[in-house]
């Protein structure tokens, strides 16, 4: 068990428009998603922390009306990237927390985003 | 502040063994992962040290000092498909993940 899907795998869309990315945590509750963003030969970036029906906690430097994340279930997190910009174009990865366990992250198999 | 130090890049042999030492420095402590990456892809999960010793898992073992804030991730029998980069995450007092830049491991035939 603990597969964690992404959908799309890969999008491209033009300069201004929005994306939606779609996390999902397929044989578990995830009460915890993260997202992460990351650039070509560089470490994966923390973007910010989703817990189920509160608000998400963005790290420092993310603009959060920028990166807009919803958690509204215990299966299912989106990540939507608003008037996107060719600067945002990079590998998005979610992971997810199951329920109870403080540990262990299951991670999605990400998102290739490129803005035109 | 926060720190992990690994190799940025390993060279060996295939049939050969590899050791990927790692540094870290964190705000408190839960346990260190090792996951493994291909170009392309998302991470995956190798192992998951907590506590000091050493923990074997097939062709792949984990080895952590606490008290030295050092981990390695030993592979035995290498493949080809052992080429990947290898990221050492240790888990600070807030159980968040911090991130190195990973070691990309080649393996030559």
């Known amino acids: 068990g603990a597969v964690v899907s992404q959908h799309p795998s890969w999008v491209i869309c033009k300069s201004g428009t929005s994306v939606k990315i779609e996390c999902r945590s397929l044989?578990?509750?995830?009460?915890?998603m993260f997202w992460y963003r990351q650039f070509p030969k560089q470490s994966l970036m923390l973007m910010a922390t989703?817990?189920?029906?509160?608000?998400?906690?963005?790290e420092q430097g993310v603009e959060k009306d920028k990166f807009l994340i919803n958690h509204a279930s215990l299966t299912l997190s989106t990540l939507t990237v608003t008037s996107a910009h060719p600067e945002d174009s990079s590998f998005y990865i979610c992971?997810?927390?199951?329920?109870?366990?403080?540990?262990?992250?299951?991670f999605g198999p990400g998102t290739r985003l490129t803005v035109t | 502040g926060q720190n992990i130090d690994q190799p940025t890049e390993m060279t060996a042999t295939e049939g050969a063994i590899v050791q990927i030492n790692c540094t870290y420095q964190?705000?408190?402590?839960?346990?260190l992962f090792w996951y493994q990456q291909h170009a392309g892809e998302a991470p995956t999960f190798l192992s998951y040290?907590?506590l000091d010793g050493l923990e074997e898992k097939g062709r792949f073992s984990s080895f952590l000092s606490r008290s030295k804030g050092y981990s390695y991730l030993l592979l035995k029998e290498l493949q080809m498909k052992d080429s990947a980069s290898y990221l050492c995450?240790?888990?600070?007092?807030?159980?968040?993940?911090?991130w190195g830049a990973g070691t990309k491991l080649i393996i030559k035939p």
């Open positions: 992971s997810a927390r199951r329920a109870g366990d403080v540990s262990e992250q299951y």
């Open positions: 964190t705000s408190g402590f839960n346990g």
């Open positions: 989703s817990n189920e029906g509160s608000k998400a906690t963005y």
């Open positions: 044989d578990f509750q995830a009460t915890t």
């Open positions: 040290n907590v």
């Open positions: 995450a240790p888990m600070d007092s807030n159980y968040q993940l911090i």
